[in-house]
Nanobody
């Protein structure tokens, strides 16, 4: 089992920044690729960004490109999502997820993830 705990969400004005963190425990963190997903009210959960086991390969959804940066620190068992130039449409619950089924390669599919955190709310106001 892998336990994931997100932190860093909150209320921010449009144009502002937030840094989300996700602390992992339970198994060897570097065995897992990690991803950030989000779910807005009434919408399906969607991928925002993903990173492979070493941090050498990343994926960004179109909506996140150029504004968000995913990174990981395997020594700290933590993955981060730096979010800049936030927009009201970024408002959602943000979830951290881990997958170990692809040999450390990232997945951007909800059903490709093995473990999920409880989520952290991000609200962007005008």
């Amino acid at each position: 089992q892998v336990q994931l705990v997100e932190s860093g969400g909150g209320l921010v004005q449009a144009g502002g920044s937030l840094r989300l963190s996700c602390a992992a425990s339970g198994r060897t963190f570097s065995d897992y690729a990690m991803g950030w997903f989000r779910q807005a009210p009434g919408k399906e959960r969607e991928s925002v960004a993903a990173i492979n086991w070493s941090g050498s390969s990343t994926y960004y959804a179109y909506s996140a490109k150029g504004r968000f940066t995913i990174s990981r620190d395997n020594a700290k068992n933590t993955v981060y999502l730096q979010m800049n130039s936030l927009k009201p449409e970024d408002t959602a619950i943000y979830y951290c997820a881990a997958t170990g089924r692809y040999g450390g390669i990232w997945s951007n599919k909800v059903d490709g993830m093995d473990y999920w955190g409880q989520g952290t709310q991000v609200t962007v106001s005008l």
